[in-house]
């Protein structure tokens, strides 16, 4: 006969191994490549050194000359603090009942809530990859009421069916909790529903975050090329050389500039990138450039299953959640997500995972990691933006043409 604590060691020796390869190899090709540590974990943070520059004690002199004098390398150490990411799953006492007898019941039953919940993990893990650590999913545009009210938004690239949401109007939270029901990405809406919404009634200027994660996110790389004052508590006016290169590209995208940018890239930081991560409007862009130049479309296959275009060696990485009209010059060996811990159970009293929830009929285990993402030599990655649509720029060439004739 099955029982809490034997499902618990199931849950223990059996799902967790499982759970952790799941999450850590098969996110996206640069979740992939971003190493994983807890060497530089103190306490309740990492603290992350980062050196920039060369030794600048290096000279020549004549013979019997004076020694040149020592300039050690130029260094900075970052404070990064490991957040709080949890992945909770529920089971109802009746269903651990129905199943106590049949051992297949109750594997079907954790089978689906896992994969469910490993299917979020690896969604929101990718997402916090391309934000700044402020869960902010959207903003709305307008609202609709009805029975299944919706939200019209500025961007759905974040926002997926099943999440749910807290609602803000000017920093207070407005609505907790409510549910997306469906994504309409073409007319970036989504779906909630009204028993649930209640009187609240959402308005323009009101934003979207994940539930309970407002600025508690990990910090992705928005964070690195954003406009703060410091990285980490490292002030980028009096430590210009851990500053990110960026360039205006404010163009069609082409091969040449893509050359041009990636020399630029390695000669400042003196290591060139090793891959480069664009939306995948944005590859098509570059798709299309090799095909009107006629050149050799090459691939290549990842670690983890992946296959992508190359750049001249260099995989050209589709991401759900990168911005059109970007590309991200990347060197991954100096990408890190720090970590206390790899995924683990939260365990209760007496090393309990499944634990009923307080005068409720329903058991529930969480999964928890604790960490943050830190680029480690911030000046070896690289961010081409405005990347002009060429097919909007035609047609707005178009449209003139046609109301001047």
């Given at each position: 006969?099955?029982s809490?604590?034997?499902i618990?060691s ?8 499982a759970?952790?390869a799941s999450?850590?190899t098969?996110?996206?090709p640069l ?6 540590t807890?060497a530089?974990?103190r306490g ?7 050196m920039y520059?060369i030794?600048g ?8 000359g004076e ?6 390398c ?7 603090p490991?957040?709080?990411?949890y992945g909770?799953?529920?089971?109802t006492?009746k269903a ?5 007898d049949?051992a297949?019941g109750?594997?079907g039953i954790?089978?689906?809530e896992?994969?469910?919940m490993v299917r979020s993990?690896?969604?929101n893990?990718n997402r916090?990859l391309?934000m700044?650590?402020d ?9 609709k009421?009805g029975s299944?009210p919706?939200?019209?938004v500025?961007?759905t690239?974040?926002?997926?069916g099943?999440?749910k949401v807290d609602?803000?109007r000017?920093?207070?939270l407005?609505k ?5 029901y469906?994504v309409?990405?073409?007319n970036?809406?989504?779906?909630v529903r009204?028993?649930?919404?209640g009187s609240?009634?959402a308005?323009a200027?009101?934003e979207?975050y994940v539930q ?5 996110e ?5 964070y690195?090329?954003g ?5 980490y508590?490292?002030?980028k006016?009096?430590?210009?050389g851990?500053k990110?290169?960026t360039?205006?590209l ?5 091969v040449d500039?893509m ?5 630029s890239?390695?000669l400042?930081?003196?290591a ?5 991560v664009?939306s995948?409007?944005t590859r098509r862009q570059?798709l299309?450039?090799l ?6 479309i090459?691939?290549?296959?990842l670690?983890g ?5 190359s ?10 959640f990168a911005p059109d ?6 060197n ?5 997500l720090?970590e206390?811990n790899?995924w683990e159970w ?9 634990n009923q ?10 999964l928890?990691k604790y960490?943050?993402?830190?680029a480690?030599f911030p000046?070896a ?10 097919v ?5 060439t178009?449209d003139?043409?046609?109301?001047g004739?």
């Amino acid at each position: 006969m099955l029982s809490v604590e034997s499902i618990d060691s199931v849950l223990k020796s059996y799902y967790l191994d499982a759970i952790c390869a799941s999450l850590n190899t098969g996110v996206s090709p640069l979740y992939q490549a971003i190493e994983k540590t807890a060497a530089e974990i103190r306490g309740k943070e990492a603290v992350v050194p980062t050196m920039y520059g060369i030794c600048g004690g290096l000279g020549t002199t004549e013979e019997a000359g004076e020694l040149p004098d020592a300039g050690e390398c130029m260094r900075a150490a970052f404070s990064v603090p490991l957040k709080n990411i949890y992945g909770v799953i529920d089971i109802t006492d009746k269903a651990l009942r129905a199943s106590r007898d049949n051992a297949s019941g109750i594997v079907g039953i954790l089978n689906n809530e896992i994969r469910a919940m490993v299917r979020s993990a690896r969604f929101n893990l990718n997402r916090m990859l391309w934000m700044d650590g402020d869960g902010l999913l959207a903003t709305v545009e307008s609202y609709k009421s009805g029975s299944m009210p919706e939200v019209t938004v500025d961007n759905t690239r974040m926002l997926a069916g099943g999440m749910k949401v807290d609602i803000y109007r000017s920093g207070s939270l407005l609505k907790g909790g409510v549910r997306v029901y469906d994504v309409d990405h073409e007319n970036k809406k989504f779906i909630v529903r009204h028993e649930e919404m209640g009187s609240v009634t959402a308005q323009a200027g009101d934003e979207v975050y994940v539930q309970k994660s407002k600025d508690n996110e990990v910090n992705g790389l928005p964070y690195l090329f954003g406009d703060a004052v410091s990285y980490y508590g490292v002030n980028k006016t009096a430590n210009p050389g851990i500053k990110p290169m960026t360039q205006n590209l404010g163009a069609e995208l082409t091969v040449d500039a893509m050359q041009e940018f990636f020399d630029s890239a390695s000669l400042r930081a003196g290591a060139e990138p090793d891959m480069i991560v664009c939306s995948a409007k944005t590859r098509r862009q570059y798709l299309k450039q090799l095909e009107l130049n006629r050149r050799n479309i090459d691939y290549l296959n990842l670690d983890g299953g992946f296959k992508t275009l190359s750049f001249n060696g260099v995989p050209v990485v589709s991401e759900r959640f990168a911005p059109d009209g970007e590309m991200y010059f990347l060197n991954t060996p100096s990408l890190k997500l720090v970590e206390l811990n790899d995924w683990e159970w939260l365990e209760g009293e007496k090393g309990s995972i499944l634990n009923q929830l307080d005068r409720k009929a329903v058991y529930t285990a969480t999964l928890v990691k604790y960490a943050n993402f830190v680029a480690a030599f911030p000046r070896a990655q690289g961010r081409l933006y405005g990347i002009t649509d060429p097919v909007a720029d035609t047609s707005a060439t178009t449209d003139d043409e046609t109301a001047g004739a």
